[in-house]
């Protein structure tokens, strides 16, 4: 599997040892055919696509369409998911699988989950799985719940990116709990990555204007009545967002108004002692 050539730039995200220019990651399923999915990530500009290895064809059914032919392993970074695993043993032997199947790729995405109808991660078989893998030599980007007790464990154990969910998977219910995620910013010291949530171009600009390192989204997109143009929005929202992040926002004046124009010197203006 390739990987991406380090990024000249001075805002490269950085997860591991591999650089990206791109901020939005995006997931490859629920559209309607390939074709679909590989104009949506082609005009999201994500490097990172996310693969689910038990409902995605890589390889492991011959004869049938392959998710590789559409976005090829030279141009993209594929990141095996374990979604639907609900045990760390699953989750362990599916990117196990994984690695198998991508030429013993090593970077994947953790998920373990505590419930089929609300998709809410199972913390202690995550934390399981993620030092079972990380002993294995996986890069673990974790999807986990915004507790920041829990981020700071699954950083301790040498996952290297974090991913609390800002609300459930494929609710679309935006970012919900902000204060939380604040506090898991303020320890990190790998990428804070938003997964889960997102439904629409705001939800990520406001991730990446509180300062997250990028956003992992499928449902969105995919979901979307015209997946490609939501794409296109999430991306601009993504880059948006993390301008005015590094930008600095003005801080918030209660009850104290103030012209957006200097009235100093201006005709007819007493001055004030």
Same mark, same amino acid.
């Given at each position: 599997?390739?990987?991406?050539?380090?990024?000249?730039?001075?805002?490269?995200?950085?997860?591991?040892?591999?650089?990206?220019?791109?901020?939005?990651?995006?997931?490859?399923?629920?559209?309607?055919?390939?074709?679909?999915?590989?104009?949506?990530?082609?005009?999201?500009?994500?490097?990172?696509?996310?693969?689910?290895?038990?409902?995605?064809?890589?390889? +492991?059914?011959?004869?049938?369409?392959?998710?590789?032919?559409?976005?090829?392993?030279?141009?993209?970074?594929?990141?095996?998911?374990?979604?639907?695993?609900?045990?760390?043993?699953?989750?362990?032997?599916?990117?196990?699988?994984?690695?198998?199947?991508?030429?013993?790729?090593?970077?994947?995405?953790?998920?373990?989950?505590?419930?089929?109808?609300?998709?809410?991660?199972?913390?202690?078989?995550?934390?399981?799985?993620?030092?079972?893998?990380?002993?294995?030599?996986?890069?673990?980007? =974790?999807?986990?719940?915004?507790?920041?007790? +829990?981020?700071?464990?699954?950083?301790?154990?040498?996952?290297?990116?974090?991913?609390?969910?800002?609300?459930?998977?494929?609710?679309?219910?935006?970012?919900?709990?902000?204060?939380?995620?604040?506090?898991?910013?303020?320890?990190?010291? =790998?990428?804070?990555?938003?997964?889960?949530?997102?439904?629409?171009?705001?939800?990520?600009?406001?991730?990446?204007?509180?300062?997250?390192?990028?956003?992992?989204?499928?449902?969105? =997109?995919?979901?979307?009545?015209?997946?490609?143009?939501?794409?296109?929005?999430?991306?601009?929202? =993504?880059?948006?967002?993390?301008?005015?992040?590094?930008?600095?926002?003005?801080?918030?004046?209660?009850?104290?108004?103030?012209?957006?124009?200097?009235?100093?010197?201006?005709?007819?203006?007493?001055?004030?002692?």
């Amino acid at each position: 599997m390739t990987d991406p050539t380090p990024m000249a730039s001075d805002d490269a995200l950085k997860i591991g040892q591999r650089s990206f220019s791109s901020r939005l990651l995006i997931g490859t399923g629920k559209y309607r055919d390939f074709d679909e999915t590989r104009s949506a990530v082609e005009e999201s500009g994500a490097q990172i696509v996310t693969v689910a290895i038990r409902r995605t064809n890589i390889g +492991q059914t011959a004869g049938e369409p392959s998710l590789l032919d559409a976005l090829p392993p030279s141009r993209f970074t594929y990141l095996p998911n374990t979604a639907g695993c609900y045990s760390a043993d699953d989750a362990v032997r599916t990117l196990r699988l994984a690695r198998e199947l991508l030429d013993d790729h090593t970077l994947v995405k953790l998920e373990v989950l505590g419930d089929p109808h609300n998709l809410y991660p199972n913390m202690p078989e995550t934390l399981k799985a993620a030092e079972t893998l990380v002993k294995e030599g996986f890069e673990v980007m =974790v999807y986990c719940s915004d507790d920041p007790i +829990q981020a700071r464990v699954l950083e301790s154990i040498g996952c290297v990116a974090i991913m609390p969910l800002a609300s459930l998977i494929g609710s679309g219910m935006g970012i919900l709990n902000p204060w939380n995620l604040q506090l898991i910013l303020e320890k990190a010291s =790998v990428p804070v990555i938003v997964d889960a949530g997102v439904g629409t171009a705001s939800d990520a600009a406001i991730a990446m204007e509180l300062g997250c390192a990028g956003v992992l989204m499928n449902t969105a =997109v995919a979901a979307a009545r015209e997946p490609v143009r939501m794409a296109r929005a999430m991306r601009k929202a =993504v880059e948006a967002g993390r301008d005015a992040y590094l930008a600095g926002r003005m801080p918030r004046k209660l009850y104290s108004a103030a012209p957006s124009s200097p009235v100093g010197g201006m005709i007819g203006t007493a001055s004030q002692p």
